[in-house]
């Protein structure tokens, strides 16, 4: 897996995070998945196509959901209620929204589905080449899960080498 490619989704959900959990964040267990994701509560799913290709999971225990939910809706929420799934993609959405930016930057070209609702209970297994990374960021205020399995989409990666 590329840095390049997870290091700005990485940066971005430590300020947003940090942000709406309105505390510092710190990167608990790293690793990488081979297997299929399991959900760990209120989960919300990116999906990226272009020059750069995969999927990103935000993943958030139920009562930091419920948390960050209350924080934002300025009223208490339960981690039940809709608005806790809503809030999810929120997240998902201001971190992709700030992780692309760097992106751009860098030259790539790609399209972003909105985030939506992950309710299954197993993602998608990594294949060999597009590895999964999930790390924890744990915060005084509870737990968040982010997967991340990107790759340079073959096709493009093809077309940018020289030829012989």
């Given at each position: 897996m590329k840095m390049e490619l997870i290091q700005p989704f990485i940066n971005a959900a430590d300020a947003v995070l940090g942000e709406t959990l309105q505390c510092p964040t710190r990167i608990g267990d790293v690793t990488m998945e081979e297997?299929?994701?399991?959900?760990?509560?209120?989960?919300?799913?990116?999906t990226i196509k272009?020059?750069?290709e995969g999927r990103?999971?935000?993943?958030?225990?139920?009562p930091t959901a419920a948390r960050v939910a209350s924080y934002l809706a300025g009223s208490p929420v339960s981690a039940d209620q809709d608005v806790a799934q809503e809030?999810?993609?929120?997240?998902?959405?201001?971190?992709?929204?700030?992780?692309?930016?760097s992106l751009n930057d860098q030259g790539f070209r790609f399209k972003i589905f909105p985030p939506s609702a992950h309710?299954?209970?197993?993602?998608?297994k990594s294949s060999?080449?597009?590895?999964?990374?999930?790390m924890c960021f744990d915060t005084d205020n509870g737990h968040v899960f982010m997967n991340i399995a990107m790759r340079y989409n073959r096709r493009r990666r093809d077309d940018r080498r020289p030829h012989v």
């Open positions: 297997e299929a994701y399991r959900r760990k509560g209120v989960a919300s799913l990116v272009g020059d750069i990103i999971i935000f993943d958030i225990d139920p809030t999810v993609c929120e997240l998902a959405n201001m971190v992709i929204g700030s992780a692309v930016t309710s299954a209970e197993e993602g998608e060999e080449d597009q590895e999964a990374l999930v």
